[in-house]
């Protein structure tokens, strides 16, 4: 999902053993692409024409090893009623359970990935640059993942390094006389290429193989990740376009005998209900999806058989009419491994293509995490022993709430958590020594969780420890303050209803003091009703110079906000982080926990 995927930057190296530091060599640009025989279970030639091949796929886990905390560890389930309920659901304790029993019976399978497995990560994973997010993947048994933008937060050698293996190049070794080993299943970046050379930088595609069964997977992230990542970690990288691409390599694939082929594709849509479970191709339900992966699944090549999708954290299984008019299923299983996705595959020995129906191009589901089912005990053991290496930072008490503060889990534009880390942001920066700021900005997408009140583990009632609030913002971006005129203050706030924007709004969060009126009847820039914008009661004077305080993701342009881009007399101050810690300690204890912010900063006309 669009979101600041910046570069981790807390002080890690009290983890870090004292092995040798391991460098990372150069990108492993033009890796050959090749044959990648990993098949589950233990089947032997059908003598029928036809073999059902199982495709089990997620996307988005974001290094969520253990389950979700609050609303972004449920998920929506219709129920016979027509109510939905709130179902608890993922941790990789369980998905590796889920997985392991869908495959029984099964003895073609194969486990693939739409991208963003690391990144904007919990602490467990975040803290070690995502090492035992791949190591708990290697243990699930994936066969194979397309790269999403998140996988460039650190830049592309650290990606090759998530591949190759090769302990961290500054912090060494997290455990002594044990060597990080990289990624069991190739990384595909088919649309990501060297500037300099024009090659892929990893594998476009691999081909999955089992007793003569053939199917070739291609693998692409968004074009538009630049827009979502800083300029750091996309540097002397070109991204292209989706369609382009995976036709290219589909063709490469055909030349090759290589018939049958699913794209994983790091960019999603929207379907017409939040609940897992709901049927997007049932009559009248209309479109049932909307939104990027539309267009770029009627424009993939009839030669791709099926598309993995993510990148929007959504549920859905949706036909999608190819090229040619045939219908082909669009996947996407939500977030944080909450869900798994069942399609099978038919796959035609005679032919070596996948056997699409008028109706049906394949039979899939969506299935829920469920946490009634036994945990994995290789996963539990995965995360004692990281919780153990991260527990002399992890469970530092930073300051005290009185109730759930929503940040992720809430729905509405303006989001209690998002006040918060602006009012954080803005006091931390606003001493003349600091940057003299008068306003601060937060981008939606760079809150990753909420802050929840109930005890987990050991932790006491309303406890917020450090590894929750980097949970909350694990990229650990510098905060800037720059000058923008009032001109440009407004045309920030009208960009996140316009432009690149429109169709899907990114609402800014706004310190304390910003006003303002958004009337979404109206469209594009117009939302934003310019005379309502007040600054500590006085209107924005469009001469008048400000000192606005955001992450070093917003002041780069990034989300679309090309306004605040054009800052000048840049000062570079404190993480995110280390505001939002210094604010919960300065402003909570345990007798005088804080509540949750009023959300009364924006006006919504609806």
Known sequence: MSATPQKNRVPRRVLAATAGLVTVGALVAAMP????????????????????????????????????????????????????????????EYLATSLRTARKGHPYSVTAAGGDMVGASPLLSGLFHDEPTIEALNGLDLDVTAVGNHEFDEGATELARLQNGGCHPVEGCYEKGKKFKGADFPYLAANVTNEKTGKPILKPYTVWKKNGVKIGFIGVTL??????????????????????????????????????????????????SSSYNYDCDSPGAGDGISGPIVEIAKGITPKVDALVTGHTHQAYVCTVPDPSGNPRMVTSASSFGKLYTDTTLTYDRRTKDIVRTSVKSAKSANHIVSRDQAKATDM??????????????????????????????????????????????????????????????????????????????????????????????????????????????????????????????????????????????????????????????????????????????????????????????????????DLFNAYLAAHSTASAPLAPPATDRITIVQ
């Open 33 to 92: 692409a090749g044959a990648h025989d990993k098949g589950h279970g233990h089947g032997h030639h059908p003598s029928s024409r036809t073999v059902d091949v199982q495709l089990l796929s997620f996307n988005d886990l974001h290094g969520n090893l253990e389950p979700p905390a609050g609303s972004a560890g449920t998920v929506g389930e219709t129920q016979a009623d027509g109510t939905v309920k709130s179902v608890p659901a993922g941790g990789v």
């Open 223 to 272: 074009e538009g990740t630049p827009n979502i990542v800083t300029a750091n970690g996309v540097k002397g990288l070109k991204f292209h376009d989706e369609i382009e691409t995976v036709n290219k390599y589909a063709k490469e694939l055909d030349r090759q005998g290589v018939k049958s082929i699913v794209a994983l594709i790091h960019e999603g849509g929207a379907p017409a």
């Open 380 to 577: 539990t053991a995965l995360i004692a022993r990281w919780n153990t290496l991260a527990a002399p930072i992890a469970g530092r008490p930073q300051g005290y709430i009185s109730a759930d503060i929503n940040g992720r889990g809430s729905t509405a534009p303006e989001k209690p958590l998002g006040n918060l880390i602006a009012d954080a942001q803005l006091e931390g920066l606003a001493p003349a020594d600091k940057g003299a700021a008068v306003v601060a900005f937060m981008n939606p997408g760079g809150i990753r969780s909420d802050l929840v009140y109930t005890a987990s583990g050991s932790e006491g009632d309303g406890v917020v420890t450090y590894g929750e609030a980097f949970t909350v913002q694990p990229f650990t971006n510098m905060m800037n303050v720059v000058d923008l005129t009032g001109a440009q203050l407004v045309a920030a706030l009208q960009q996140q209803v316009s432009g690149s924007n429109e169709a899907s709004p990114k609402i800014l969060q706004v310190s304390k003091g910003l006003t303002y009126t958004l009337d979404m009847t109206k469209s594009g820039a117009a939302r934003v009703v310019a005379d309502t914008i007040r600054l500590n009661g006085e209107a924005i004077d469009p001469a008048k110079s400000y000192r606005v305080a955001m992450n070093e993701f917003l002041a780069g342009g990034g989300d679309g906000f090309a306004a605040l881009g054009q800052g000048t007399n840049k000062l570079v101050g404190a993480s995110d982080l």
